[in-house]
């Protein structure tokens, strides 16, 4: 599943694919945005681990995956 995250005063954003659920993103971004943790920890496909301080979120979005097209196909 494809997360994007944005961070306040940086000009990018941080896209990562995750293999968690979309529930699993979610019950971590709402306990970030709670107070109940300090950082939003989110693991992506090759097993890093992405870092954000909880006050320093603007906005998450999460959305499924999109398959990849391969050849030379109409479109």
Known sequence: M???IGV???PREIVLESGQSAEEVERAVNDALAGKAQLLSLTD???RKVLVPS???AY???GESATR???F???
Do not use: N, S, Y
Request: avoid cysteine.
């Open 8 to 10: 306040q005063h940086a």
């Open 69 to 71: 097209r391969v050849g």
């Open 2 to 4: 494809e997360v994007k």
């Open 55 to 57: 006050d320093r979120l």
């Open 45 to 47: 496909d090759k097993g």
């Open 60 to 62: 998450v979005e999460i």
């Open 73 to 75: 196909g109409a479109i």
